[in-house]
C-alpha cells in the first residue's frame, strides 16, 4: 500500500503544472495489483484477506481513485477492480463487463439475490493464470454510491452480476477460490505453487 501511494505523490512533486495531465496519465500505468502469494502471513495476502472500510465521505480524491482503478482494469483486461487489490482498503470497486459500461461502486450493499443460482468460469487479476467454476447467484440487486456522490440502486443479471458479487466478495476479503469445493481449492493452490517455481 505504501509503495503505491508513494510513487504518485514523489512524481507530482517533480512535475509542472502544465505536465499534469501527463503525470496522471503516468500515475494510472504505475497502479499495482497485488498478488496473492502461496505463503500465510505475506504483506500482500494480508491485505487481499482484510475487511475493507466505508469511504464515506466522496470526495475528488475518491473520484480520482476510481478512474485509476478504471484504468488500471482496463490496462490488466480485466472486467473489475476492487480497492484491496490495489492495496486501498476502502469499499470501492469498478466494473466494465462485456457488452456493460464502466461503473463505480462506492459503499455497496447487495440488497437483493436470486434464489437461482449458475456455475460460471473465473478469473482474478490478484490470481493471474488460475480459473475456476463458481456457483453464484443469477440476478442481484445492489445499492452503491457513484464517483459522484450520486446513489444509485441497480438489478444486474448474467455477467455484472458475476463480476459486482466477485468484486463485492473482495471488499469482505473473500476470494473467489473461497468459494470452491476442496478438490477445486486444491487444484488452484497446486497452480500457484507450480507458477512459483516456474518464477
Ligand atoms: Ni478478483
Known sequence: MKKILSIP???????????HNTALFLYHL????IRLENKDNSENNRVLRQKSKPV??????????AQEMLDTMHRDKGVGLAGPQVGLLKRIFVTHAEGD???????????????????????????????????????????????????????????????ILHEYDHLEG??????????????????????????
Open 9 to 19: 505523490c514523489s512524481f507530482r512533486a517533480y512535475t509542472i503544472p502544465f505536465l
Open 30 to 33: 504505475n497502479m499495482e495489483i
Open 56 to 65: 464515506k465521505n466522496i470526495s475528488g480524491e475518491i473520484r480520482k481513485t
Open 101 to 163: 459500461q464502466p461503473r463505480v461502486f462506492i459503499d455497496p450493499s447487495i440488497i437483493w439475490t436470486s434464489q437461482d443460482q449458475v456455475r460460471y468460469e473465473e478469473g482474478c487479476l490478484s490470481i493471474p493464470g488460475v480459473w475456476a467454476h463458481v456457483t453464484r447467484p443469477e440476478k442481484i440487486k445492489i445499492q452503491a454510491w457513484d464517483e459522484k456522490g450520486r446513489a444509485f440502486t441497480l438489478e444486474a443479471s448474467g455477467l455484472l452480476a458475476r463480476v
Open 174 to 199: 473473500i476470494l473467489f477460490i473461497d468459494r470452491l469445493d476442496t478438490a477445486g481449492r486444491a487444484k488452484v493452490l497446486s497452480k500457484l505453487e507450480k507458477q512459483k517455481k516456474a518464477g
